[in-house]
């Protein structure tokens, strides 16, 4: 059973990232056996997606440092625009962090935009774990009635 849970936070952390990875099916491959602690299974998927997270809020914190590099992602428009899209909807669009494709980018958005990390934290840990719970109310039937 410990190893269903380090999976879980592994394939949580990872599809935090960049990574193309989906830990939803883990954790309902999980609630569904009916083999391990709901809360903790709760827990162990919020943990590994926050530290994914923070990962990525570190990553763009420190990635203005390579933008003269020829690999950089975004040219100095680009990064400019993300800048005022961020600055215009503020730290309460990390509330969308739980979201595919959206997500992500936004948690190394806010790393560069130096975000406070005490306040990115705590935005994006009621978003994933709300995200989490949501899906474990619908894999366990709880919003069927």
Known sequence: MLAGYIGLFFAALGAATLLPLQS???????????????????????????????????????????????????????????????HR????????????????PLTIVAGVMREPLWRFTLIVLIAKGGRYLVLAAVTLGWLAN
């Open 89 to 104: 909807w503020g730290f309460w669009s990390l509330l969308l962090s739980w979201t595919p494709f959206i997500g992500d």
């Open 24 to 86: 939803e099916v883990v954790l309902v491959g999980m609630l569904l056996t009916e083999r391990y602690d709901l809360t903790l299974t709760l827990l162990v998927a919020t943990a590994g997606n926050l530290l994914g997270a923070m990962i990525n809020w570190w990553l763009g914190r420190y990635i203005e440092h390579f933008q003269q590099r020829r690999w950089f992602p975004l040219t100095p428009e680009r990064l400019h625009r993300t800048q005022q899209a961020y």
